[in-house]
């Protein structure tokens, strides 16, 4: 670890919002993890003090106070070395996490159009939809590669994926392409 890593300002979130009814509580910390927060305990979260963290957790303290919670953020830095490797190292497992879990629907995306190619169904309607789950798996690539700070080795393995799944559909679209555009079969009778 370098100095400046041991130096690196983390904003921290202490989080209070009221028991009932529970979907406010369940939204913000949905909310916490899709920002990229890390759970410190007992309603308090952790985030480097990095400008693209700064959006999501103003979201967060809106919608706390929306549920008549309360929320109080603080600027922090770890004490010594060993809490900042720490609360890197939490950091850096829930993005490690989040990478797994996106190579995870890299494959089930690979896996869809396996099945397509399968069963010939080569129609420009699947091939929109198929463009729509890359396209979904492209914003989520760019929203963890953006909190992706300390850029976890996961992190570079998801990119590699990515590139494989636009690569399987570049070769689906040609496949749709020649099957819709295919001179219609002729009868040698009807000649």
Request: aromatic share 6%.
């Given at each position: 670890?370098?100095?400046?890593?041991?130096?690196?300002?983390?904003?921290?979130?202490?989080?209070?919002?009221?028991?009932?009814?529970?979907?406010?509580?369940v939204a913000?910390?949905?909310?916490?993890?899709?920002?990229?927060?890390?759970?410190?305990?007992?309603?308090?979260?952790?985030?480097?003090?990095?400008?693209?963290?700064?959006?999501?957790?103003?979201?967060?303290?809106?919608?706390?106070?929306?549920?008549?919670?309360?929320?109080?953020?603080?600027?922090a830095r770890?004490?010594?070395?060993?809490?900042?490797?720490?609360?890197?190292?939490?950091?850096?497992?829930?993005?490690?996490?989040?990478?797994?879990?996106?190579?995870?629907?890299?494959?089930?995306?690979?896996?869809?159009?396996?099945?397509e190619r399968?069963?010939?169904?080569?129609?420009?309607?699947?091939?929109?939809?198929?463009?729509?789950?890359?396209?979904?798996?492209?914003?989520?690539?760019?929203?963890?590669?953006?909190?992706?700070?300390?850029?976890?080795?996961?992190?570079?393995?998801?990119?590699?994926?990515?590139?494989?799944?636009?690569?399987?559909?570049?070769?689906?679209?040609?496949?749709?392409?020649?099957?819709?555009?295919?001179?219609?079969?002729?009868?040698?009778?009807?000649?």
């Amino acid at each position: 670890m370098t100095v400046g890593e041991q130096e690196l300002a983390w904003l921290t979130m202490v989080v209070r919002v009221p028991a009932n009814p529970s979907r406010h509580r369940v939204a913000v910390w949905r909310e916490l993890r899709r920002v990229g927060a890390v759970p410190l305990g007992g309603g308090t979260w952790a985030a480097p003090a990095a400008p693209v963290f700064a959006d999501g957790l103003a979201k967060v303290a809106d919608m706390v106070r929306r549920a008549d919670g309360h929320v109080l953020t603080l600027d922090a830095r770890p004490h010594s070395a060993a809490d900042a490797q720490i609360l890197m190292a939490e950091f850096n497992a829930a993005r490690a996490a989040e990478w797994t879990e996106f190579v995870s629907e890299c494959d089930k995306f690979d896996i869809e159009i396996a099945k397509e190619r399968r069963i010939g169904k080569l129609t420009v309607a699947e091939l929109d939809e198929e463009e729509h789950s890359l396209d979904r798996l492209r914003r989520w690539w760019r929203d963890l590669k953006a909190r992706d700070i300390f850029a976890v080795t996961e992190g570079v393995d998801a990119e590699e994926r990515l590139k494989r799944c636009i690569d399987t559909l570049d070769a689906y679209a040609d496949e749709v392409y020649r099957a819709v555009h295919a001179p219609l079969a002729r009868n040698d009778a009807d000649a």
